[in-house]
């Protein structure tokens, strides 16, 4: 939803929001930048689970996907832990849910090791990730690199984005004392 003012008329600039009643005069940016979030999340939800339904597997939800992925990471066995972390993700048991989901559906396998179960990709796991790639070399990065958007300023944008989510989860923990 935008925000209706008219800049021209010497008031508030035209923002582009979800909810204008969250839009502070302090840092309305960061409203535009929730509304750039949300939109962006739920896109790329999308993305991830066609993506992995036309490498066949339509189960996955966007969380299985991320978790497979993560587990996939550079070939090295993973704990529950070390997904939540490398993800961000607080809720534990979503991501030991997507795990025993990816185990059963036989794309990862879990070993246990002392008192933790550590995770690797299986070979169909691998294959999955693999044929997720060509899809998104074929459907995504192909059409990234027809915009002619610079790729250093996505860097740089991606950078920022990884500061701001530090500030989000800084705010989150203030939220709880609250």
Same mark, same amino acid.
């Given at each position: 939803?935008?925000?209706?003012? &008219?800049?021209?008329? !010497?008031? =508030?600039?035209?923002?582009?929001? %979800?909810? #204008?009643? $969250?839009?502070?005069? =302090?840092? #309305?940016?960061?409203?535009? @930048?929730? @509304? ?8 790329? %939800?999308?993305?991830?689970? +066609? ?8 189960? $996955?939800?966007?969380? &299985? ?9 550079? &070939?090295?066995?993973?704990?529950? #832990? ?8 607080? &809720?534990?048991? $979503? ?5 025993? =989901? ?9 070993? =246990?090791? !002392?008192?933790?179960?550590? @995770?690797?990709?299986?070979?169909? !796991? ?17 059409? @990234? ?9 996505? !860097?740089?944008? #991606?950078?920022?984005? +990884?500061?701001?989510?530090? $500030?989000?989860?800084?705010?989150? +923990? ?5």
């Amino acid at each position: 939803m935008a925000d209706a003012t &008219d800049p021209a008329a !010497g008031t =508030k600039p035209r923002r582009i929001v %979800s909810s #204008a009643h $969250l839009v502070s005069d =302090k840092a #309305a940016e960061l409203s535009e @930048f929730e @509304f750039g979030l949300i939109i962006g999340y739920h896109a790329f %939800s999308r993305w991830m689970v +066609r993506c992995m339904a036309a490498a066949g597997y339509p189960e $996955l939800s966007p969380l &299985d996907v991320l978790v497979l992925h993560s587990v996939n990471h550079r &070939d090295r066995d993973k704990r529950l #832990a070390d997904v939540c972390f490398t993800l961000n993700v607080e &809720d534990t048991h $979503l991501v030991s849910y997507s795990l025993k =989901k990816l185990a059963a559906s036989e794309l990862v396998s879990r070993e =246990k090791r !002392g008192k933790e179960a550590w @995770f690797k990709t299986t070979d169909k !796991g691998r294959a999955a990730c693999d044929a997720y790639r060509q899809v998104r070399e074929e459907c995504l990065v192909e059409s @990234f690199q027809t915009m002619g958007l610079d790729t250093k300023a996505i !860097g740089e944008l #991606a950078g920022k984005l +990884r500061a701001l989510s530090g $500030l989000y989860g800084q705010a989150a +923990r203030a939220a709880t004392v609250l």
